[in-house]
C-alpha cells in the first residue's frame, strides 16, 4: 500500500544523497561530463525531494498541497533543464565551480 | 481495512481549518534547544541551496552570455580581496553545514 511507498521514497531519498555526496570529490578530482550530468540529475533530485518534503510540512489543504507540488515539478523540471544546458553548451557544472572559485 | 495515516491527517486539518482556531504561540515561547536549530538551519540552508541552484539553472537558460563572460564581468568589476572572500565564505557556509549536518543524518 501506501506505507511501502512512502518506505520506498525514505530509502531513495537516503541513496541520493550517499550518491550526491560522492560526487562531491568526483567533481574535485575527475571535473568532465559524466560527473556534470550526474551532478545534475543528483542535485535536482535531492533538491525536488527536499522541497517535497518542505511543502508536506507546512502547506495544508487539498487544493493548496495540489498547487505547491505541481509548482514544485516545474521549478525542478526547469532546473534539471538548466543544469543540462549549462553541461552541453557551456563550460558544464565542475568547471564552473573551479573557474567561479579561482576568482 | 481501517484509515490510512494520509486520510486521517486530512480529516484532522478538514475539521482543524474549518474551525478556525488561533495558533498556540510555538516559536515565540518554546526554549529553543541546540537539536532544533540545528534542524531548522539544515532545512533553511537547504531551501536557500536549492533556490540558489535553480536561480543558477534558470540564468543558464535565460541569459544570453556564456558563464566565462560572466565571469569575466565581475572579475573586472575588481572587487576587493577582503569581499570576494566575504562573498565565497557566504556561499561555502550554507554549503558545508548542510553536507556535514547530513552526513550526520544519514549515519
Known sequence: GSSKAASLHWTGERAVSVLLLGLLPAAYLCPGPAVDYSLAAALTLHGHWGLGQVITDYVHGDVPVKVANVGLYVLSALTFAGLCHFNYQDVGICKAVAMLWSL | ?107
Not at chain 2, 537558460?61 to 566565462?68: K, V
Request: no cysteine; glycine share 6%.
Open chain 2, 1 to 107: 481495512m481501517g484509515t490510512t495515516a494520509r486520510e486521517e491527517m486530512s480529516r484532522f486539518w478538514e475539521k482543524n481549518s474549518r474551525s478556525n482556531r488561533p495558533l498556540s504561540p510555538h516559536v515565540t515561547i518554546y526554549k529553543w534547544s541546540l537539536p532544533m536549530a540545528m534542524s531548522i538551519t539544515h532545512r533553511g540552508t537547504g531551501i536557500a541551496l536549492s533556490l540558489g541552484v535553480s536561480l543558477f539553472s534558470l540564468g543558464a537558460l535565460l541569459l544570453p552570455e556564456h558563464f566565462p563572460h560572466y565571469l569575466a564581468q565581475v572579475r573586472a568589476l575588481s572587487l576587493g580581496p577582503a569581499l570576494i572572500f566575504l562573498v565565497k565564505f557566504s556561499l561555502a557556509v550554507p554549503f558545508s553545514y548542510h553536507t556535514w549536518n547530513g552526513i550526520r543524518h544519514l549515519v
